[in-house]
């Protein structure tokens, strides 16, 4: 049986966009071949013919995540990775409300970062790259205002992440959503861009007091 041009692309799309949805529902270790196969309308017996194991097909999931703009996975927010603010952008797309309530197309390093801990290397690797680029583009942000270094842009990544993972695991959404507030604006008063918290401390030269010699 001869399948039209495009089959095999787009039968393995399916598989990735299945199982980022229910890693993302449920976690890594919670997710069998068989559901993600399933979900996508697929046979268990076709999954090698596209993945060797689960955690090459988190590999990918992962990787779609990242190839997929925020404004098509969160609706209301889009990025501008050209623009010379894209790291405030990144922020404030992160933190956001869509970003909180959308969990089937959640950040795999908000959605599973747990079960990534107990996974194996090659699947920790993946998790550590995309926190890794997150890091980059804030210290690039940084570097385009001279405000900061690689520990500021670490401790944004940090906030960023951490600050959704547990807005996500909070019962009251009212403190839900000041967490991600705060977190937002400590972010962004890291960066020293417009919306960051006013106690920020900003780093200033000493000044160089002359003595007037009488």
Known sequence: MSYPPGHRERTRERI?????????RHGFDAVSIDAIMAHAGLTRGGFYKYFAKKSDLYTEAVGLALRDPPSNRWPGQSVDFGAAD???QV???YLSREHFENVDASCPMVAIPSDVARSDPAVKRVFEDVFKAMVELFRQGMRRKAAGDRQRALVMAGICVGGMVVARGLADRKFADSLRSAAMAFALGLGRW???HAGIPVRRSPRRHRIASR
């Not at 990735?16 to 993302?24: D, E, P």
């Open 194 to 196: 417009p919306g960051g």
């Open 16 to 24: 990735v966009r299945s199982a980022q949805v229910l890693f993302n």
């Open 91 to 93: 922020i404030r797309a």
């Open 86 to 88: 894209a790291a405030r």
